[in-house]
Nanobody, 114 residues
Framework: VQLQASGGGLVQAGGSLRLSCAAS??????MGWYRQAPGKEREFVAR???????TYAVSVKGRFTISRDGARNTVYLQMNSLKSEDTAVYYC???????????WGQGTQVTVSS
């Protein structure tokens, strides 16, 4: 499984960005986003399960929206009202439902200037 993330960049506080992550192959899976800020551990951001249910970190709930295009095996993260504390490298994750194997994308940098 290969994951290709894109969409990061530099944005001013209050702005928006949309991240995309395309997965190779076609399998039943959960997909999500994590992020890692400098000097911090990687943390959960959002997840969308194979049944379409969604979960969010408290820090992004109401500002970020995760969605997926099943036909293209692609997950999106719409990020609105961005804050400087959202600055991090964002990683997409895919978890195979049957094997529970987890796969990671290469990461995309999001920088929010205050």
């Amino acid at each position: 499984v290969q994951l290709q993330a894109s969409g990061g960049g530099l944005v001013q506080a209050g702005g928006s960005l949309r991240l995309s992550c395309a997965a190779s192959g076609s399998m039943i899976n959960h997909m999500g986003w994590y992020r890692q800020a400098p000097g911090k551990e990687r943390e959960f951001v959002a997840r969308i399960n194979s049944d379409g249910s969604r979960t969010y970190a408290v820090s992004v709930k109401g500002r970020f929206t995760i969605s997926r295009d099943g036909a293209r095996n692609t997950v999106y993260l719409q990020m609105n009202s961005l804050k400087s504390e959202d600055t991090a490298v964002y990683y997409c994750n895919l978890q195979h439902v049957l094997t529970m194997n987890s796969y990671w994308g290469q990461g995309t940098q999001v920088t929010v200037s205050s």
